[in-house]
């Protein structure tokens, strides 16, 4: 995860204004978020790491989005296509935004990861495509539980509504649906928009790296207005940024944690949910208390 939230008067004077006050309390039992997919043992965001989350135990799949040039919401991390795509170099280097779908799924979004993990590499890898936010719901339809990131929204107009449109469509906006629905974004505009569309989905305000403890404090109460949960990166997490979230019904998911050291820390402090690249660590450390 990476990402800037943007800082501006207008945001805050419009959360102030809004008048929503977050009902998110301790979950029963800390969610594990499969971070990519289970992406240490799969390419990260393709049915293959996501399939191999699900087996694995995890309890909500992460999907990262982006908007190709003809509208289309693919998943995949990075604005640019340049760190695992391979393919045609007029299709898949670049900035996904200036693609078309068709040009982006002539993209290999698997090879890469047999080239850096070769002792985790698989045939079956080579040739996976860039899936759309629509295959993947088509694919796993109500049985499974989304984690969803609005990537670089403010170059992309109009992601929110059609997020929402194939949540709709896909029978995930009507109670009891949208538990399974979470949606995270390191804009707060972003954010704001979707709570003004659709009220009652869980949001995630996403913190950056290089954050601390204490200012991530002072903005919480800015988050709750319309937030039901923060997900700051682990090493800025303490006792008192989790009691003071708490204390406001906010949520505390950070991202991304791969040891049983650092797991255990986190549930020691009493967070709510974790991002990991290994779902399966994560599911053995909570049995394990």
């Known amino acids: 995860m990476s990402g800037k939230v943007p800082a501006t008067v207008a945001i805050f004077l419009l959360i102030g204004s809004m008048g929503w006050t977050a009902q998110g309390t301790a979950a029963q039992e800390p969610l594990v978020i ?35 040039r003809d509208g289309e919401l693919v998943v995949l991390h990075d604005e640019e ?27 290999d979004v ?56 194939l949540l709709g469509q896909h029978g995930l906006l009507t109670e009891p649906e949208t538990n399974r629905i979470i949606i995270q974004s390191f804009y707060a505009a972003s954010l704001i928009r979707i709570r003004a569309l659709h ?13 601390t403890s204490a200012s991530i404090r002072q903005s919480l109460e800015q988050a709750r207005a319309y937030a039901t949960g923060i997900g700051p990166e682990q090493h800025d ?8 979230a708490h204390e406001v019904s906010l949520w505390v998911h950070p991202y991304t944690v791969n040891t049983a050291e650092s797991m255990q820390r986190l549930l020691d402090l009493g967070v709510d949910g974790m991002f990991t690249d290994r779902p399966d660590l994560l599911r053995r450390v909570l049995e394990g208390r």
């Open 237 to 244: 997490v303490d006792e008192p940024l989790v009691a003071a």
């Open 199 to 211: 009220p009652g989905l869980p949001l995630v305000q996403l913190v950056p790296d290089g954050e």
């Open 81 to 107: 296509l340049d760190r695992t795509a391979r393919g045609p170099q007029q299709e898949c280097t670049g900035l996904v935004r200036e693609r078309t779908l068709r040009q982006i799924q002539r993209c």
């Open 34 to 68: 499969a971070h990519r997919g289970a992406s240490a043992y799969a390419p990260e965001h393709t049915f293959a790491s996501w399939d191999r989350a699900l087996e694995l135990g995890a309890d909500f799949i992460e999907l990262d989005l982006q908007m190709t």
């Open 110 to 165: 698997g090879a890469w990861f047999n080239a850096q993990h070769p002792d985790r590499a698989r045939d079956e890898f080579v040739g996976l495509a860039i899936p759309t936010l629509r295959q993947v719901l088509e694919r796993y339809g109500l049985g499974t539980r989304y984690y969803i990131e609005t990537k670089n929204p403010e170059a992309a107009p109009g992601m929110e509504e059609e997020l929402l449109r």
